[in-house]
């Protein structure tokens, strides 16, 4: 008897969650079964949505329109002496050293890239930068007392820095 009834209890259990879980994916089928309303061209693609495959006219005119709305609002026009103050993009003279030094050590250069780097190093002894470009080089060259003395060089500037 005692195992009738268990038996009877298990199977009833099994039933409904049967059921239960029946229900849950007709529900969830239904509502993936709704058709999508097709999105515009400018909607972000994304898990649900697809940008289609062919924007319209109207889809361009909206893009050009965005656009000037935005450059209207947040593009600045720059008049001349705000474009000189700028630059015109060409490398500083610090930046030209450095590419100079790094195609000479590209090249195996390393004597005309120490050479570079001593003469910018004259001209401007508090850069940092260019003095430890130095002393590496020196380091690898095998000129070990002097890649010290531009270390401490480095060392003297950031003591009076700080």
């Known amino acids: 008897m005692r195992y009738a009834m268990a038996f009877l209890l298990a199977a009833l259990c099994l039933t409904a969650g049967a059921i239960a879980t029946f229900v849950h994916i007709s529900s969830v089928s239904l509502v993936a079964a709704q058709p999508?309303?097709?999105?515009?061209?400018?909607?972000?693609?994304?898990?649900?949505?697809?940008?289609?495959?062919?924007p319209t006219a109207a889809d361009y005119a909206r893009y050009?329109?965005?656009?000037?709305?935005?450059?209207?609002?947040?593009?600045?026009?720059?008049?001349?002496?705000?474009?000189?103050?700028?630059?015109?993009?060409?490398?500083?003279a610090r930046e030209t050293m450095q590419d100079r030094v790094f195609m000479l050590t590209r090249r195996g250069d390393r004597a005309g890239a120490i050479v570079q780097l001593e003469q910018w190093v004259r001209g401007h002894p508090r850069d940092k930068q260019s003095l430890l470009s130095l002393a590496r080089l020196l380091n690898e060259v095998g000129r070990t007392n002097d890649a010290v003395a531009r270390y401490r060089e480095i060392l003297a500037l950031h003591d009076r820095t700080n």
Do not use: F, N
């Open 36 to 54: 999508v309303a097709q999105p515009t061209a400018d909607t972000v693609p994304g898990s649900v949505v697809a940008t289609p495959v062919m």
């Open 64 to 92: 050009a329109e965005a656009d000037r709305l935005w450059r209207e609002r947040h593009a600045k026009q720059y008049s001349i002496s705000e474009l000189r103050a700028r630059g015109d993009g060409k490398r500083t």
